[in-house]
């Protein structure tokens, strides 16, 4: 098995390869495979798992030792809070394994910092197509981003970063960027901090119901690479409500 195609996976504290075989059973047997980019500590991923277990819920991250309290609360057993439909991925997006290549119907990107939040607000081909490498077509994908970090004191390693607005979204190329790699946006909205429960993030959650913290949040589906942006798709076809927010669970 090469590198690529290896899935580095939290087994409780211990990272090991879980079996395509056992992957192949899992996606199978799945109603609905929740893919969380940047999933930090998976609590988010975690209460995905639990409020839906005939879902797979495949939380990626780098950092994997940020994963480990959930990992092993998830390999209990499940009258004890385990969680066996969560799958902890140790990998960038970037590189995402192939095992992993189309198999989400759902993408999700909540409070990314670092090369992914870069990634995402720059368009940057690599992370771009990361994304859309997981996603199956018709998957959406929600972004969410605290837009706080464009405030004083904006921390050193975004200050290069334009401010995303549902405006720059268009006006950046960041909408074109993002349809070249089979992303088409189908909404773009702050959501204020009134109305940040209906994100489930640890990030978001942490901020605390007194912070004044507003979400940019983009909403798109994985359509054809480079294939022709339909302006008139809206969230509808894509089977959600009328706002275009995800249904969360607690
Ligand atoms: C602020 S944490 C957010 C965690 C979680 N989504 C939440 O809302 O609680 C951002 C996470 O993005 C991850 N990250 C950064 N670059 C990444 C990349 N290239 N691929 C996947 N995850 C990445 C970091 O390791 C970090 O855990």
């Known amino acids: ?32 495979v929740l893919v969380d980019v940047g999933t930090g500590d998976a609590r988010t991923a975690y209460r995905q798992a639990v409020a839906h277990p005939g879902w797979l819920v495949i ?23 385990g969680a066996p439909n969560l799958v902890l991925v140790n990998a960038a997006i970037e590189a995402a394994p192939t095992a ?17 939040l870069r990634g995402v607000v720059l368009g940057e081909d690599d992370v771009l197509a990361g994304l859309r490498a997981v996603a199956k ?24 970063l334009p401010e ?41 959650r942490r901020l605390g119901s007194g912070a004044t913290e507003t979400v940019l949040h983009l909403r798109a589906v994985a359509v054809d690479p480079g294939g022709p942006v339909r302006p008139d798709q809206t969230a509808d076809e894509t089977g959600d409500d009328a706002t275009g927010e995800p249904e969360r669970g607690a």
């Open 137 to 160: 077509d018709g998957a959406p994908l929600e972004v969410s981003i605290g837009t706080s970090i464009w405030r004083d004191p904006v921390p050193l390693e975004i200050r290069d």
């Open 59 to 81: 939380g990626v991250d780098p950092a994997w030792q940020r994963m480990t309290e959930t990992a092993v609360r998830a390999a209990r057993k499940p009258a004890k809070g």
């Open 164 to 204: 995303l607005t549902p405006d720059s979204v268009k006006s950046t190329g960041l909408a074109d960027r993002l349809a070249a790699f089979g992303w088409q946006i189908v909404d773009v909205r702050l959501v204020p901090h009134t109305e940040l429960e209906t994100i489930s993030s640890s990030w978001a």
């Open 1 to 32: 098995m090469n590198t690529a195609s290896r899935l580095k996976v939290l087994a409780g504290k211990k990272l090991t390869d879980l079996a395509p075989a056992e992957l192949a059973a899992a996606l199978a047997a799945a109603e609905h």
């Open 100 to 116: 992993l290549h189309g198999v989400a119907d759902e993408v999700t990107v909540l409070m990314p910092w670092g090369k992914l």
